[in-house]
Nanobody, 123 residues
Framework: QVQLVESGGGLVQAGGSLRLSCAAS????????MAWFRQAPGKERDFVAG????????YYAESVKGRFTISRDNAKNTVYLQMNSLKPEDTAVYYC????????????????WGQGTEVTVSS
């Protein structure tokens, strides 16, 4: 079992920045590909960014490329999402997810999920 706990969400003005963190526990963190998803009210849960087990490979949704950066610290069992130049359309609940294999973009491919952290971007 893997437990994931997100933090760092909040209210920010458009153009601002936030850094989300996801602390993992329960098994060897470096054995899991990690990803961030987000879900806005009334919408599906969408892939935002993902990072491979070693951290060498990263992938982003087109809507966040150049603004968001995913990283991981395997020594701290933590994955991060640095969000810059935030827009109102980034408003959503952000979820951290883990899977014990290679990185994938589909939410259904992930075995473990955090409880989510809310991000609100005001215009």
């Amino acid at each position: 079992q893997v437990q994931l706990v997100e933090s760092g969400g909040g209210l920010v003005q458009a153009g601002g920045s936030l850094r989300l963190s996801c602390a993992a526990s329960g098994r060897t963190f470096s054995s899991d590909a990690m990803a961030w998803f987000r879900q806005a009210p009334g919408k599906e849960r969408d892939f935002v960014a993902g990072i491979s087990r070693t951290g060498i490979s990263t992938y982003y949704a087109e809507s966040v490329k150049g603004r968001f950066t995913i990283s991981r610290d395997n020594a701290k069992n933590t994955v991060y999402l640095q969000m810059n130049s935030l827009k109102p359309e980034d408003t959503a609940v952000y979820y951290c997810a883990a899977r014990g294999s290679v990185l994938r973009r589909a939410a259904a491919e992930y075995d473990y999920w955090g409880q989510g952290t809310e991000v609100t971007v005001s215009s």
